[in-house]
């Protein structure tokens, strides 16, 4: 019985029953599911701790020898879980490192859009203030093109000459995407027109644009200049007997 009771004395010192062996193993096994990563683990130790390792392997090396199976595995699990919290800091700091990224990408990119915009419109903005000064130049070749009529060839070649001088203005303001509008005979267009006049007729129907005394202009869609037009009203019945009564 005595030596029976040494044997297992023994056994229990060593650490070598059935029941040890089984402890040991689950404690592998639940070491083995833990997910660590190394490379964020490597870069860590390496800038924000470079003693670390060193202070670690020097605190397992403070270890006696004959330190038993329990306590070194107690303390290798306990140096894993403060390096689990290393990296579970780093991945924290890097999550809101990436989100502050993202947000300043996004702020950028709106500003960049913006600034783009901002700079379209002052563009043509800049570009219809300088046509529309232009326009005026042009309405003062068309009404010299109306009143004045040449008597002799001298006057003529004078003509021609401020002619062409008008018509490559013409073009020219063509290229830059200007078109005058046709306002005659079209239903008035508070968008489009102005109406100075009104004239009562019979002859078209009522809100139309008989007669353009300032010539319109647009730039693709924008409107640079409204054009003055005169807009056909019904007559009035007491007007209509009367131009009756004069007829017969």
Same mark, same amino acid.
């Given at each position: 019985? /005595?030596?029976?009771?040494?044997?297992?004395? #023994? &056994?229990?010192?060593?650490?070598?029953?059935?029941?040890?062996?089984?402890?040991?193993?689950?404690?592998?096994?639940?070491? /083995?599911?833990?997910?660590?990563?190394?490379?964020?683990?490597? /870069?860590?130790?390496?800038?924000? *701790? +470079?003693?670390?390792?060193?202070?670690?392997?020097?605190?397992?090396?403070?270890?006696?020898?004959?330190? *038993?199976?329990?306590?070194?595995?107690?303390?290798?699990?306990?140096?894993?879980?403060?390096?689990?919290?290393? !990296?579970?800091?780093?991945?924290?700091?890097?999550? $809101?490192?990436?989100?502050? @990224?993202?947000?300043?990408?996004?702020?950028?990119?709106?500003?960049?859009?913006?600034? %783009?915009?901002?700079?379209?419109?002052?563009?043509?903005? !800049?570009?219809?203030?300088?046509?529309?000064?232009?326009?005026?130049?042009?309405?003062? @070749?068309?009404?010299?093109?109306?009143?004045?009529? +040449?008597?002799?060839?001298?006057?003529?070649?004078?003509?021609? *000459?401020? &002619?062409?001088?008008?018509? #490559?203005?013409?073009?020219?303001?063509?290229?830059?995407?200007?078109?005058?509008?046709?306002?005659? =005979?079209?239903?008035?267009?508070?968008?489009?027109?102005? %109406? !100075?006049?009104?004239? +009562?007729?019979? &002859?078209? +129907?009522? =809100?139309?644009?008989? $007669?353009?005394?300032?010539?319109?202009?647009?730039?693709?869609?924008?409107?640079?200049?409204?054009?003055?037009?005169? !807009? %056909?009203?019904?007559?009035?019945?007491?007007?209509?007997? =009367?131009?009756? *009564?004069?007829?017969?």
């Amino acid at each position: 019985m /005595a030596d029976a009771d040494n044997s297992n004395e #023994q &056994q229990n010192i060593d650490g070598t029953t059935p029941a040890n062996e089984a402890g040991i193993e689950e404690l592998r096994l639940e070491d /083995a599911s833990t997910e660590i990563d190394l490379e964020a683990l490597d /870069a860590e130790v390496e800038t924000q *701790s +470079p003693d670390a390792e060193k202070s670690l392997e020097d605190g397992l090396d403070d270890f006696p020898d004959d330190i *038993s199976a329990e306590d070194a595995f107690a303390a290798e699990a306990g140096a894993r879980s403060v390096l689990q919290q290393q !990296v579970d800091s780093l991945k924290a700091q890097l999550e $809101d490192r990436t989100g502050q @990224f993202a947000r300043l990408t996004a702020d950028f990119d709106n500003f960049r859009k913006r600034t %783009a915009t901002e700079r379209e419109n002052l563009e043509v903005q !800049v570009k219809c203030n300088t046509i529309t000064n232009l326009l005026e130049v042009v309405d003062n @070749f068309e009404r010299a093109r109306s009143h004045i009529k +040449p008597q002799n060839d001298g006057e003529m070649a004078i003509h021609k *000459s401020y &002619q062409g001088v008008y018509k #490559q203005l013409v073009e020219a303001l063509k290229k830059l995407g200007v078109s005058p509008m046709r306002c005659e =005979g079209q239903e008035f267009d508070p968008n489009l027109h102005e %109406a !100075v006049m009104r004239e +009562p007729t019979n &002859q078209y +129907p009522e =809100g139309t644009v008989i $007669d353009e005394l300032v010539r319109g202009y647009v730039l693709g869609e924008r409107v640079l200049r409204h054009a003055m037009v005169k !807009v %056909a009203t019904p007559l009035d019945a007491s007007t209509e007997n =009367g131009e009756s *009564s004069s007829e017969s």
